[in-house]
């Protein structure tokens, strides 16, 4: 009766805040990932685990965010927030009593201070105050996966360099050895942006990177850093061609398309419900890497606020707050109302909403594995990726419907809940397809990330690689003293901070456009201050103690990635 699998990726990322304002932007965002999403989530992995339910949730965990979540001072910082939170509840409990408001709006602020209370002792005392020890722990124990993205959410078709990409990916892989002890397997690639290998320039006259060049592809990059797999949206499969297929699992023997035997049985069909192996052309020696793919319609069910579940009358809403304390007292009622009309929320509402959405939800996955299976007469593979931040902070109820769909398809005698990995061991895929060119933005191609509005910024990023590759031609990292290595290191995580994609995307969706260009202007500035450090270092061998003094202040500012090394820009 088995017609599939389904797959769950949870895409985690925040760009890097630590150090870098609280409110509206900066840790606060990191402090609102944790207590409404990474800490429900592990609560309801862990619960899961318990009842003997291993939920199987493949997440991507970006370096970048890793390392905040795993620095020294984000203890601090988080406990210090949810403090704040429980005393301005407390703040408002007075306040409402004190105007007479109604009973229910005073019970509210109880639950919130119970809730971020119970989030605290939950960092402190069952997760022992990290993250990401406990998403290990998690995936040591086979109850989930946990794969890696770009360092540090690099836009990597546009990046100027091969080098740049390399950065990302090879930067990606050993910090993912540092928190979690193994090799990983599969990648995020930020913004799920893919680029083949062809006859590249770029979009704007950058000299030297508006001469055409040839390029390798993103999955050449991923094959040489041991990286086995990655998501695509559907669109871009869509308009996937085959190429040829391997001989066998050890994908050693390649024949064309025109060469395959009808002895072989391969599938050269089109679909989101099947994996394949992406290749830019039947230069397969060059490296291939498989692709799952994002199914568009059962990911809109969960995605969409207006049409889909978050869309609920009587779940939270996420956009009223009450001035002040910033808490959210008020349910969705109509997600096209007016907020003056918005209705107080009641948590115990939300659990038949739940489960009736739940089951609709699984149904739907049977349903399209079931017709697949009957058409194909072959198992599917069902791949539905979301940012992680959709579980929680923007749709509150949502680590509780991932509880109710893992349990509700663990008693399914149609689907089961896999890893990615796990999926891919299971189908070792055979057929090679090239995959246009695409991301899973707004039309699906880069429009997002380069735009009239943050075009500028990719002007000020080839630029700067093109300094710093002129540094490291003229001054050899092999031969730079300690005092010259620390300035250039430096200088290349400003780059790569300059590099994250966030920036872009919050110059085009206007969330957040005053913060993102400042950021990306104070990078852009530490960067070029650093190479002037480093070219007068390895002028004269010293630098003054107020130089000193504001490298070891942007160090104390940026202090990620302490295990990147010079050599990987090559």
Same mark, same amino acid.
């Given at each position: 009766?088995?017609?599939?699998?389904?797959?769950?990726?949870?895409?985690?990322? +925040?760009?890097?805040?630590?150090?870098?304002? %609280?409110?509206?932007?900066?840790?606060?965002?990191?402090?609102?990932?944790?207590?409404?999403?990474?800490?429900?989530?592990?609560?309801? @992995?862990?619960?899961?685990?318990?009842?003997?339910?291993?939920? *199987?949730?493949?997440?991507?965990? =970006?370096?970048?965010?890793?390392?905040?979540?795993?620095?020294?001072?984000?203890k601090k910082v988080f406990i210090n927030y949810c403090k704040e939170k429980v005393k301005s509840a407390r703040v408002d409990e007075i306040a409402f009593n004190k105007w007479g408001y109604d009973a229910h709006h005073i019970y509210l602020t109880k639950y919130w201070q119970e809730w971020y209370e119970g989030r605290m002792s939950d960092f402190l005392v069952r997760y022992?105050?990290?993250?990401?020890?406990?998403? /290990?722990t998690l995936q040591d124990s086979g109850a989930i996966e946990i794969l890696t993205c770009g360092a540090s959410h690099g836009y990597l078709p546009l990046l100027g360099y091969d080098k740049s990409i390399n950065l990302q990916i090879r930067a990606a892989v050993e910090n993912y050895k540092k928190h979690f002890g193994r090799q990983p397997r599969g990648i995020w690639l930020p913004e799920c942006a893919y680029r083949g290998s062809y006859d590249w320039k770029s979009l704007i006259p950058v000299n030297p990177f508006h001469q055409t060049r040839l390029r390798p592809g993103i999955e050449q990059f991923l094959a040489k850093n041991?990286?086995?797999?990655? @998501?695509?949206?559907?669109?871009?499969?869509? /308009?996937?061609?085959?190429?040829?297929? @391997?001989?066998?699992?050890?994908?050693?023997?390649?024949?064309?398309?025109?060469?395959? =035997?009808?002895k072989h049985k391969y599938d050269f069909s089109i679909s989101p419900l099947k994996l394949f192996n992406v290749s830019s052309?039947?230069?397969?020696?060059?490296?291939? #890497?498989?692709?799952?793919? *994002?199914? %568009? &319609?059962?990911?809109?069910?969960?995605?969409?606020?207006?049409?889909?579940y978050p869309g609920e009358p009587d779940y939270l809403d996420f956009h009223k707050k009450n001035l002040g304390s910033m808490l959210r007292y008020w349910r969705v009622t109509d997600n096209k109302a007016d907020m003056m009309y918005k209705m107080l929320y009641h948590p115990d509402w939300t659990s038949k909403k739940i489960d009736l959405q739940s089951?609709?939800?699984?149904?739907?996955?049977?349903?399209?594995?079931?017709?697949?299976? !009957?058409?194909?007469? %072959?198992?599917?593979?069902?791949?539905?990726?979301? &940012?992680?931040? +959709?579980?929680?902070?923007?749709?509150?109820?949502?680590?509780e419907f991932i509880r109710a769909v893992i349990k509700g398809l663990s008693n399914s005698p149609y689907v089961n809940t896999t890893t990615a990995s796990e999926e891919l061991y299971r189908h070792k895929p055979l057929e090679i397809y090239h995959l246009p060119e695409g991301s899973?933005?707004?039309?699906?191609?880069?429009?997002?990330?380069? !735009?009239?509005?943050?075009?500028?910024?990719?002007?000020?990023?080839? !630029? &700067?690689?093109? *300094?710093?590759?002129?540094? @490291?031609?003229?001054?050899?990292?092999?031969?730079?003293?300690?005092?010259?290595? %620390?300035?250039?290191?430096?200088?290349? /995580?400003?780059?790569?901070?300059?590099? =994250?994609?966030?920036?872009?995307?919050?110059?085009?969706?206007?969330? #957040?456009?005053?913060?993102?260009?400042? /950021?990306?202007?104070?990078h852009h500035s530490d960067f070029n201050l650093l190479c002037d450090f480093g070219e007068k270092a390895c002028r004269t061998g010293e630098l003054s103690s107020g130089e000193i003094n504001q490298l070891s202040e942007i160090e104390k500012r940026n202090s990620l990635f302490a295990e990147l090394k010079l050599e990987w820009w090559e």
């Open positions: 009766m088995h017609s599939g699998n389904f797959v769950l990726v949870l895409h985690t990322h +925040l760009p890097w805040v630590l150090n870098h304002g %609280r409110w509206p932007h900066g840790v606060d965002w990191l402090c609102e990932a944790v207590a409404e999403c990474y800490i429900p989530l592990l609560n309801v @992995f862990n619960d899961l685990k318990n009842e003997g339910i291993l939920p *199987r949730v493949s997440l991507d965990i =970006s370096p970048v965010l890793c390392e905040q979540l795993e620095h020294p001072e984000f022992n105050s990290s993250i990401i020890g406990s998403m /290990r041991g990286i086995e797999f990655f @998501f695509t949206d559907q669109p871009l499969t869509e /308009r996937s061609s085959p190429l040829g297929a @391997f001989l066998d699992e050890n994908k050693e023997k390649f024949v064309g398309l025109g060469e395959v =035997s009808h052309s039947d230069k397969i020696e060059y490296g291939t #890497a498989t692709a799952f793919t *994002r199914h %568009r &319609d059962l990911a809109m069910l969960v995605w969409s606020g207006e049409t889909g089951n609709h939800f699984v149904h739907h996955i049977e349903n399209t594995l079931n017709y697949y299976k !009957n058409t194909t007469g %072959r198992e599917g593979n069902l791949c539905t990726p979301f &940012d992680t931040e +959709l579980f929680g902070h923007w749709w509150f109820e949502g680590p899973w933005g707004e039309n699906n191609n880069h429009d997002v990330w380069s !735009n009239p509005d943050n075009v500028w910024t990719w002007e000020a990023i080839y !630029n &700067d690689e093109l *300094r710093l590759n002129n540094l @490291f031609e003229q001054f050899h990292p092999g031969s730079l003293t300690q005092l010259q290595r %620390r300035v250039f290191t430096q200088a290349l /995580r400003e780059l790569m901070l300059l590099h =994250s994609s966030d920036w872009q995307f919050l110059i085009f969706t206007q969330s #957040a456009k005053d913060y993102a260009e400042q /950021r990306f202007s104070y």
